[in-house]
């Protein structure tokens, strides 16, 4: 069976650093684009990154670009969210899933997420 493994996830201050990982088993990062999404408290589930197999690309959100950056270690069949500069409003949890598409609906496997707290 198809499983993402999120961790990573903390407590931490505002204008620190997390990084997240996504350890996939039965899937691989050849064929279906990964991507990191995020849900705030009473908010959608929204995309923060996603790699394109299409063109090779990471897209971020803009509320993320420049402080995250994703990457991918396909022989460890694991994902990384590396989180800088983080702002409380970067709290929730973040989940891996697979395609990322930006429709959440269209996913077709989750992570079980990580709980991701930003205090200021």
Do not use: H
């Not at 903390?10 to 039965?26: I, M, P």
């Not at 929730?92 to 609906?105: E, L, R, S």
């Amino acid at each position: 069976d198809v499983q993402l493994q999120a961790s990573g996830g903390g407590l931490v201050q505002a204008g620190g650093s997390l990084r997240l990982s996504c350890r996939a088993s039965e899937l691989s990062f050849d064929d279906w684009a990964i991507g990191w999404f995020r849900q705030a408290p009473g908010k959608e589930r929204e995309r923060v990154s996603c790699f394109s197999l299409n063109d090779g690309r990471t897209y971020y959100a803009d509320s993320v670009k420049g402080r995250f950056t994703m990457s991918r270690d396909n022989a460890k069949n694991t994902a990384y969210l590396q989180m800088n500069n983080l702002k409380p409003e970067d709290t929730g949890t973040y989940y891996c899933g697979a395609p990322c598409d930006k429709t959440v609906g269209r996913v077709g496997y989750w992570g079980q997420g990580t709980l991701v707290t930003v205090s200021s």
